[in-house]
Every structure is written in C-alpha cells, then in structure tokens.
C-alpha cells in the first residue's frame, strides 16, 4: 500500500517482533521508508535486535512518552539526521495494572493520570513536536492505535477505554488544527491480538473467542493487517482522509447481538 521510498517517519511503541508497531516498521521500512525507531528504556535491547532486520538502518532513540525533554530530544536527531519528516505513528499505551483488574468504578486518580498522560496526551506532544519537521516537507501523516474499548464496554479495559475515548477525540481536534498545514491525524482500531500489552489481561484468550466467534469475517486479526491499514493512512493513498478512527478488527464492531 503506497510507495515510500524518499520518505522518512518516526515509530514510537516496538516493544518486541509482537508489537503492531513492529509491524507497521515492516511494512513501509519494505516500501521504501527510512525510519527513527524509538523504545521505552527496558526494550533498548530487542529494539536494537530487531532493527537489524530492515532494508535501511534506522535510528533508535530512547523515549518515554511521559518525558518532554526526551521527546525533544528525539526530535532534535531526527531532524539532524533526516532533515524533516514525513509521518509518525504513535503506538504506545499504558495503565497500571491494578486499574485493569480492579471494578472501574475504583479507578484512583493517579491510574487515570498516567493511563491518560501515557496513552492519549502523548499523541498531542508527538503532533506538536512534529509539526516543524512535517512543515520542511510541506505536510505530513501521523496516525495512532486505538481499541473499541473507546466507545463500548470491554471486561477490566477500564480507564484504558477511557483514555482511549480522549485518544480518538484528540485524533479529530489535531486532524482540524493542522490540517491547514497539510497534516493528516488518523487512528486505526485494531481488534485483539496477543501482544505484550495483551499479555496476562485476565480472560484475553476469551475475548479473541468471543471476536472469531461473532466478527463477520470469523476470524481474529494478524499485526501485519493493521499494519497495512496504517500504511495506507500514512501513505500518499490516504492524502484525503483525516480526523478518521478506521476500524480494523474483521467488522466485529458492526455486530449487535
Ligand atoms: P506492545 O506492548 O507491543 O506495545 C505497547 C507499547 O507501548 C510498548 O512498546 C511500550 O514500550 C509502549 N509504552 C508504554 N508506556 C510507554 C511510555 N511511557 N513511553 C513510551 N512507550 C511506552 O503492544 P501492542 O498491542 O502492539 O500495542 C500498541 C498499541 O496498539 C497500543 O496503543 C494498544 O492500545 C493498541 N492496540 C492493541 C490491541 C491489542 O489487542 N494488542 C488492540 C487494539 C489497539
Ligand atoms: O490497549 C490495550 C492494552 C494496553 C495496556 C496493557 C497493559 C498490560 C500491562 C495498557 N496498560 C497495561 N498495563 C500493564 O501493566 N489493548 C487494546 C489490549 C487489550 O487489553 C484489554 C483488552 C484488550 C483488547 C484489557 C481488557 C479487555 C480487552
């Protein structure tokens, strides 16, 4: 989906070769893109590893999403190395996990200020961040991970669907304030899939039934699927759409009973 070659995007959320955004580095890095890969302080090793593995070397930096100084600074080298940027793609999500296993109703206020610093605040500094380097290239694509857990109720998603409900109302205010500079916001919906961020959530292995069971297309989804989704938004094939939460997850969303 789309041609990237000349192109330059940062990753932010490889944890491990499971990682969504592992695979959305796949997917444009065999398309042609040059990338910055950025990892939260225990992955520095796996992410170095993986790196190895695409086309063109990328540029692994440090950064935790809850720090702006590291956000700065990773833009600071990007820019010195690539001159610009063409697209960003925001994978990183976080909640104690106490407020996934606790009733919601006892959610404390510092669960709800991390899961939201974490998860949905960081899109707004990355787009911000950006925005200098997407002007050198005369616009620029970012797009995000978000879960339906944003609008209907999942079992202990919990402040998580929260934060995911302000990640998707955040996609459509940036998608109207740069759009005028010819930047594009975008989430995709991913239906479950056995990641580390899926990793001991009590009853995941039941929710991946309970979606192969009722999603139209009966079957759950693969991480190289909502990487190409992602790749579309981020690509030249998606320069009219924006503001859009796109729903990758085998049409389970439009299910009732
Ligand atoms: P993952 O565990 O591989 O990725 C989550 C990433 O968030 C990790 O790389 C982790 O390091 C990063 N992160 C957490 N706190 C951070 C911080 N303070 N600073 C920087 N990075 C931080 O799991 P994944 O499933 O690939 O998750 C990626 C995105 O996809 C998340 O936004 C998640 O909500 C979303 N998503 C996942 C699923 C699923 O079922 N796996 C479904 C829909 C959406
Ligand atoms: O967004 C997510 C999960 C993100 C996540 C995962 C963890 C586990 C480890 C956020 N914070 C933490 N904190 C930890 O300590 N998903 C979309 C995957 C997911 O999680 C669920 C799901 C699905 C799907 C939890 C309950 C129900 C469904």
């Known amino acids: 989906m ?9 990753i932010v959320g490889v944890a491990n070769k499971r ?8 997917a444009v890095a065999r398309r042609g893109a040059r990338l910055a890969l950025t990892y939260q302080g225990r992955f520095e090793e796996h992410v170095n590893d993986l790196s190895q593995g695409l086309e063109q070397p990328p540029l692994v930096l440090p950064c935790d999403v809850s720090s702006d100084a590291e956000i700065a600074s990773v833009f600071e080298k990007v820019d010195q190395e690539f001159g610009g940027l063409d697209f960003v793609v925001h994978g990183a ?29 960081s899109l707004i500094a990355l787009t911000r961040a950006a925005m200098p380097l997407f002007e050198k290239r005369g616009g620029g694509s970012v797009v995000t991970l978000s879960y339906l857990g ?3 109720v999942f079992p202990n998603y919990n402040v998580m669907g929260v934060a995911k409900a302000a990640l ?9 304030d740069v759009g005028p500079k010819g930047v594009r916001v975008n989430a995709v919906s991913a239906g479950p899939i056995k990641t580390l961020a899926a990793a001991g959530i009590k009853g995941f292995s039941n929710i991946l039934h309970v979606y192969s069971d009722r ?8 991480t190289g ?3 190409e989704a992602c790749a579309f938004l981020l690509s030249d094939a998606g320069r009219a759409v924006t503001g859009e939460v796109l729903l990758v997850d085998a049409g389970y969303h439009v299910t009732g009973m």
Do not use: C
């Open 19 to 26: 990682s969504i955004s592992w695979a959305i580095a796949q």
């Open 2 to 10: 789309g041609d990237f070659t000349g192109k330059h995007g940062l």
């Open 150 to 152: 944003s609008q209907r």
């Open 168 to 176: 998707e109302a955040a996609v459509r205010y940036l998608a109207a």
């Open 93 to 121: 999500a976080f909640a104690p996990r106490e407020e996934l296993e606790a009733p919601f109703v006892n959610t404390t206020r510092d669960g709800f200020r991390i899961a939201m610093d974490i998860s949905a605040y």
């Open 215 to 222: 999603a139209p297309l009966r079957r759950n989804v693969e």
């Open 225 to 227: 699927e909502v990487a």
